[in-house]
């Protein structure tokens, strides 16, 4: 055998190297051409001839059988990129349709490159070509589909350049798929660079993971998008919608639900106070910044002079510089300015900060409202049950001009206020006219020979200001002094009244005869069932009798009978504290006309103090009666080094804190020592002209 020489290996390297790139252009379906350019002269493999549909008899090897092949709208084009290529002796790149001689249309996508010959001009064009019909008819598919969507779709290659743009994109982004392809978004739209567009776009590019979200785009689009961009081999895809109008109805239910909402709190807050002054606090509050930048509550005195009464500002840097604006703006504000049209007109009125500005004389007021600077404000009527009860002027700024829509809330609430103002007004009327009429049934104490008598009267906090409780002290004919202390089941107007009538009876039936306690009471019932008084009610009644034995031993006697109501108390000189009855006690009036009441005697040193209550005093929702007396026990020995009328005042101080859960009612009475000057505190000696005034006279 002869040795192979280098030679030889390196021909069988280089013919295996063809073999080998010709088995893998033809596995590939590639089919090569040969261009010469001087001669004109066209060499086709035989792929390349049976794909275009010669045979090797009727292929003329000329540029001319390849032209006639070409799809008549690709001919222009194709020709064109092959002059390019010979003329800078640059690469060819170009797909185009054939026409087959059995009228099949296929793709065809060529690829190569012109060669200079020894003069430097091409002499040869040389590449490969190969069908591509099956991958542009699935391009062509999903081009189809894409024009199809309801939805905007572009995709963007790797240097951000458009690659393609559907239809429903042209007509979003409001320019032609011509002026697009090629062009970097970031020029086509240049408020996207640095905006939640770029960013999203970036981070999906850069982690590989598709996002999605809402974004707003200025002028020309003015629009909101939704869009959703993943990233693919080429760069990324884009699919968008418009949701504008989708984004003003949310925005509009939820300016519906907030005014909705606010609406429900103004009720609730103004409902839920009968108090004009907490009313008066709380809608300012309720308004800023809900309604305005800054606003004014105005209201209309019993004298018919308006009085501005609460502001609230959204910065509270400036809500001082607007109380103090608050403080004198109406004082120098002439009847012409808007405020005043608005009062009168019982309308809501719109104006520019300035239109007051330019109103206002030089000072305060003016110098003020420079300062505060408001761009435009609404003057809205507070009205109720067909008046004008105030005004609430609501101030805008950073040129917030308020539509009509703005104007009918901002009323509403107003309307509300108004409404809630005047039922605090007329409750607060017809709370003082009840609470006066409650009053004015439960007179001044006498003030008899050195005995001291308080008495006090405070109305349920929860309740009408009027009820059934009642206190009494006057003198009988004989000079005794008679305390009463009492209480009408109920807690309305009704229970009033009925108080009035039993109050009266008794007052009627003891200043008359100078009966004792229990014959008082006794003849109370049957004159309640006589006069057909229905109704129910306690009552303790204690006279004070003293004969001159016991003026000289410095004590006097109590002797009381009780209708089924508390035990009285003594507070002895020495600070201790006894209850002078046991619970036990009478049936409560009402119940038999004629039951038989019973009396009780205690003898007292003077000095001593006894003290008649309402259950109002010492109840509790939380405590039983027995705690609530044990309670009033403690604070009266506590208090005992008092003045009679500080003593009781501060007894209701600690034991309800001025807020009681039931009507209070007290009276007391204080037996200074007979044997000294009747103290100043007592008061001046004065009893009725028919009245003794020695208590010790029969």
């Known amino acids: 055998m002869e040795p192979t020489s280098v030679g030889d290996v390196h021909g069988h390297d280089a013919e295996a190297a063809r073999l080998r790139a010709e088995l893998a252009i033809s596995a590939a379906g590639i089919g090569t051409f040969d261009l ?5 002269r066209l060499t086709w493999d035989a792929r390349l001839i049976e794909m275009f549909g010669y045979d090797a008899d009727t292929f003329e090897q000329t540029i001319e059988a390849f032209n006639a092949r070409l799809h ?28 087959l001689p059995d009228g099949d249309t296929r793709w065809v996508s060529a690829r190569g490159k012109a060669f200079g010959g020894p003069d430097g001009q091409a002499a040869r064009v040389i590449g490969v070509a190969y069908d591509v019909t099956a991958e542009r008819t699935s391009e062509a598919r999903v081009a189809r589909v894409l024009e199809a969507m309801p939805a905007g779709f572009y995709s963007l290659d790797r240097a951000w350049r458009f690659a393609h743009v559907n239809a429903e994109a042209e007509k979003l982004l409001g320019q032609s798929r011509d002026d697009l392809l090629g062009q970097v978004i970031w020029d086509a739209f240049p408020a996207a660079v640095n905006s939640v567009f770029e960013e999203s776009y970036r981070r999906a590019v850069t982690t590989g993971e598709p996002v999605a979200f809402d974004a707003h785009y200025p002028a020309p689009l003015d629009g909101w998008y939704e869009l959703r961009a993943w990233p693919t081999p080429d760069g990324l895809s884009v699919y968008f919608i418009e949701v504008t109008e989708r984004r003003q109805a949310e925005a509009q239910a939820e300016r519906a639900t907030r005014r909705l909402r606010l609406l429900a709190q103004v009720s609730a807050e103004l409902a839920g106070t009968l108090d004009v002054q907490a009313a008066t606090a709380r809608l300012p509050r309720l308004v800023v910044p809900a309604l305005a930048d ?3 509550l105005t209201v209309i005195d019993d004298d018919g002079h308006p009085r501005d009464v609460g502001s609230w500002h959204v910065d509270p840097a400036s809500r001082s510089l607007l109380e103090r604006y608050m403080a004198v703006r109406l004082d120098a504000m002439p009847l012409t300015a808007p405020v005043g049209r608005a009062l009168h007109s019982n309308e809501a009125v719109t104006f520019a900060g300035n239109d007051v500005l330019d109103l206002l ?3 305060d007021a003016r110098d003020l409202l420079g300062v505060l600077a408001p761009q435009s404000e609404v ?3 507070l009205r109720a049950r067909g008046r004008t009860l105030g005004l609430l002027t609501l101030f805008y700024a950073d040129g917030h001009v308020p539509t009509a829509e703005d104007v009918t809330v901002a009323q509403d609430v107003a309307d509300r206020a108004g409404l809630a103002w005047d039922n605090a007004r007329l409750f607060t009327q017809q709370q003082q006219m009840a609470e006066t009429l409650q009053r004015s049934l439960l007179t001044d104490p006498p003030e008899p020979d050195h ?4 008495v006090r009267y405070l109305p349920a906090a929860e ?3 009027v009820g059934g409780d009642w206190y009494d002290a006057f003198l009988q004919p004989n000079g005794s002094t008679m305390l009463v202390i009492g209480d009408v089941v109920g807690h309305d107007t009704a229970a009033a009244a009925a108080m009035g009538q039993v109050r009266s009876l008794l007052r009627g039936i003891a200043a008359y005869s100078d009966a004792g306690p229990a014959e008082v009471l006794r003849g109370l019932d049957q004159a309640m069932a006589v006069l057909q008084i229905d109704t129910l009610a306690t009552a303790a009644v204690a006279r004070f009798e003293q004969t001159d034995d016991e003026r000289e031993r410095g004590v006097t006697r109590i002797v009381w009978a009780n209708a089924g109501h508390l035990p009285p108390l003594a507070l002895h000189p020495d600070g201790s504290v ?4 046991d619970w036990k006690a009478d049936l409560l009036l009402g119940v038999d006309a004629f039951a038989q009441r019973a009396e009780s005697v205690v003898t007292l040193d003077r000095g001593s103090t006894v003290l008649l209550y309402t259950d109002g005093l010492i109840e509790r929702r939380d405590a039983d009666l027995d705690t609530g007396l044990d309670r009033l026990r403690t604070h009266l020995a506590e208090l005992a080094h008092l003045p009679l009328q500080q003593l009781c005042d501060e007894l209701i101080t600690r034991l309800v804190d001025g807020k009681p859960e039931d009507d209070v009612a007290l009276v007391a009475v204080r037996l200074h020592p007979q044997d000294r000057p009747r103290p100043a505190e007592a008061g001046p000696n004065r009893v009725p002209d028919l009245v003794p005034p020695d208590p010790t006279v029969p």
């Open 451 to 454: 005995a001291e008598i308080v």
């Open 361 to 363: 004389p030089p000072g």
């Open 463 to 465: 309740a009408a200001r």
């Open 72 to 99: 008549p709208d690709d001919l222009p084009r194709v020709t064109d990129a092959l002059q390019t290529a010979i003329a800078t002796q640059g690469e060819l790149e170009t797909d185009y349709r054939i026409l």
């Open 379 to 381: 003057a809205l009527p």
């Open 578 to 581: 006894a209850v002078l009855a």
């Open 294 to 296: 800054y606003c004014i």
């Open 36 to 40: 010469d350019v001087r001669t004109g």
